[in-house]
């Protein structure tokens, strides 16, 4: 399907809405633990968080871009059709979970609506099932390794600061959650704006736009990196404070090693390759920090309904993707 230069401005405009949408709704996951932890002020958070979200691109290969471009949908069965019906599932359900403060993925609401959108047209067919197998997979190990990383943090950090005084602890991991936080954000930045320059890029492909070998341009690069930044710096609040809060409540040495634990687990599925979501990995962490206390420290409720979130994302973004695809040929037709 071939469209004019006018619709695939408007289309590329949609995917930058997303991106933008998908800073707004996980800007919690790079702030949430300074910002409860009251090591930055949430208006200097976000700030913080957003250049490091934008210079991700400078430190990162295009590798989930490679992914989420052709390794979840065959390119082949990709049309702008089938970009706009994977966009509006996942817009429409990030600013559903946005509007509840529900901590869902934006990443695999992107996912679940070009899978909802592809199968409608292909059947499954179309479907690339390594990269969707990898992608399922990423749903429970991300947070396990965050979790993991995060516990095995307060360990080390527990053991290094024997001969310190409370309060020195805290003096010390005020500043270092400064890194830590940019560290998340760099992580957060590269896999997730990487989601939007892969859809930006097939799209331009499957116009003739682009062609060889799987490349993203440089000004889609900057675009997206930029959008999600500027989405970053509004903010998520509500989810900011059930991240920050409802779940366990941190101190910045805490927030120090469940951000340190998060960015490891991001960097690592960046350069593999692996669309992850950076809230799954975030919330593991977070779990794992305040587990290390006591079990009781973490407000178990509150993890069980962020994990069903997680469930019904995929479905639920494929549904709305399908329904898109199917309205939007029904009005072209």
Known sequence: MTISFTLLVALIGVALLFDFLNGLHDAANSIATVVSTRVLKPHHAVLWAAFFNFIAFA???????????????????IDPQ??????????????????????????????????????????FDGVVWGGVGKTVAAIFLSPSIGMILALLLV???????????????????????????????LGHGANDAQKT???????????????????????????????????????????????????TRLT????????????????????????????????????????????????WNIASRIVIAWVVTLPAAGA???LTYLVTGWVAG
């Open 320 to 322: 709305i993707g399908a």
């Open 197 to 247: 320059m892969g859809i930006i890029t097939v799209l331009l492909y499957s116009q003739g736009l682009l062609t060889g070998g799987f490349h993203v341009p440089f000004w889609v690069v900057l675009s997206c990196q930029a959008a999600m930044a500027l989405g970053t710096m509004s903010g998520g609040w509500k989810i900011v404070h059930t991240m920050g809060s409802k779940i």
């Open 82 to 123: 089938v970009i706009f019906g994977a966009l509006m599932g996942a817009i429409v359900w990030n600013v559903i979970t946005w509007r509840y403060g529900i901590p869902s993925s934006s990443s695999h609401a992107l996912i679940g609506g070009l899978l909802g959108a592809g199968i409608t047209k292909a059947g």
């Open 252 to 299: 910045p040495a805490q927030g120090f090693c469940a951000e340190t634990g998060g960015a490891i687990t991001l960097f690592m599925a960046t350069m593999g390759g692996i669309p992850v979501s950076s809230t799954h990995t975030i919330t593991g962490a977070i779990v794992g920090v305040g587990s290390a206390r006591r079990l009781s420290a973490v407000r």
């Open 155 to 185: 360990l080390l950090v527990a053991w290094t600061s024997l001969r310190l005084t409370p309060i020195g602890v805290d003096r010390r991991f005020r500043k270092l959650q400064l890194v830590s936080a940019a560290l998340y954000s």
């Open 59 to 77: 430190i990162f290969d295009h590798n989930v871009a490679k992914t989420v471009g052709k390794g979840i949908i065959d390119a082949a069965v």
